[in-house]
């Protein structure tokens, strides 16, 4: 039997995950992937065949901590899996690697120390993926397990977008902008040179929308601006998340009575589209609603969105292309479309038909008309597929160094 490779994706609001495996020509090939997720009013754990119509799925209990259920769920299916006897390593999709990690790294009791000191950064995400790099660990002793970082990506950054205008002693001690959604932004940057050429160096803003947003400017194919910065919790609104907010608003309620604990939940649970309706931060669940509560927080966020954009052009001089990746970014034609006409000034012209039918499993999708001077795309995103290629090479790397000592 082949040997197989596993990526977890531990996302905000979901996990994602990936089972790869090797084929005679020693490349690592998907052979499943799913989502599970006991998140809000719908849990559910679904599971793909590649190259099959066939799916898996089962039910996930409510209650207790989300995150911990979604993995077991995963976990359980592994272990009935005839392929888990051949599981030789696992990928991690790891949001916050500070200011030491710029490539995907191999996991051991020093990093799991280093990034757990992460975890107050990016609460939402961190320690959901440290714990099933833990969990995986107990189950698997000595199982290679490698850290793919979402601010890797953006090392490349001008010194100008990666500093906050705070004293150098701060930015020495790691108070820099580092930018989120890097694999994301990695897998589409790949699809571009593969399908473009030469064009996909050009100036091009991926818009990332989803539970969690982002833009992100390229030029080259390489990150020169993006709107997270210290944590996942700056730039656009999102479904919970406050964006980018005067930084004197948190030390205004602390002032007021709230404490740190309060405060952080605020900023990352109960903001965002949540907080703008008052009823939802599910981007599907606001649009069949009619109430202008509502109405108005998918306006916000389409208005904001937009914003950046602009600004997100401005830091590469420029616009070539806009690519809208992400759940919200794929399947919500309404938000692309208001965002879109709201940057009809930069010479965008979206076609309401190829939007309305936009449907990206494969390749990507124009949305703009033919005499569009700045052309717009859908393209669906893949943070497994690139986390498994980072741990495929890393596998096969070290394998290569083991037989090499061997000689």
Do not use: K
């Not at 954009?309 to 616009?319: H, K, N």
């Not at 939007?355 to 893949?382: E, Q």
Request: hydrophobic content about 45%; charged content about 15%; aromatic content about 4%.
């Amino acid at each position: 039997m082949p040997d197989a490779l596993l990526v977890l994706n531990c996302g905000s609001s979901s996990l994602r995950f990936a089972l790869l495996e090797q084929g005679g020509d020693g490349t690592f090939a998907r052979r499943y992937r799913g989502e599970a997720s006991s998140l809000g009013h719908a849990p559910h754990f679904t599971v793909h065949t590649t190259g099959t119509a066939a799916v898996t799925q089962r039910p996930l209990p409510h209650g207790g901590d989300d995150h911990a259920v979604a993995l077991d769920a995963v976990l359980e299916w592994l272990q009935e899996l005839p392929e888990a006897a051949r599981l030789v390593a696992a990928g991690h999709r790891i949001v916050h690697g500070g200011t030491t990690q710029h490539a995907p790294a191999l996991l051991d009791a020093a990093l799991l120390a280093q990034l757990e000191a992460l975890v107050p950064l990016a609460p939402l995400h961190q320690p959901q993926a440290l714990a099933a790099v833990r969990r995986l660990a107990a189950l698997r002793p000595g199982l290679p397990q490698l850290a793919c970082f979402d601010t890797a990506f953006h090392r490349t950054m001008p010194w100008v977008e990666q500093r906050l205008a705070l004293p150098a002693a701060l930015h020495a001690q790691g108070v820099q902008r580092f930018g989120f959604h890097g694999l994301s932004c990695e897998f589409i940057a790949g699809e571009l040179a593969r399908l473009w050429g030469e064009r996909a160096r050009g100036r091009i803003v991926i818009a990332h929308l989803g539970q969690g947003s982002s833009l992100c400017a390229l030029h080259g194919l390489q990150s020169q601006a993006t709107t997270m910065g210290f944590t996942p919790l700056d730039g656009v609104p999102m479904a919970t998340r406050c964006g980018a907010i005067d930084a004197a608003v948190p030390l205004y309620l602390l002032e007021r009575g709230m404490d740190v604990t309060q405060v952080r939940a605020l900023l990352h649970e109960a903001s965002g589209l949540r907080g703008l309706s008052g009823s939802s931060g599910d981007m599907r669940t606001l649009l069949a609603d009619a109430q202008p509560a509502a109405r108005d927080a998918v306006r916000y966020y389409c208005h904001h969105v937009a914003r950046a954009l602009a600004s997100m052009a401005a830091a590469i001089g420029g616009l070539d292309a806009i690519v809208f990746t992400g759940g919200i970014g794929q399947h919500a034609p309404a938000v692309r479309a208001a965002i879109l006409e709201q940057s009809a000034w930069l010479g965008v012209r979206i076609d309401g038909q190829a939007n309305a039918n936009a449907s990206v499993p494969h390749g990507a999708v124009c949305i703009t008309t033919a005499n569009s001077r700045v052309p717009a795309w859908v393209l669906a995103t893949d943070e497994e597929a690139v986390i498994g290629a980072h741990t495929a090479r890393a596998l096969l790397d070290q394998r290569s160094a083991a037989a090499g000592a061997g000689d």
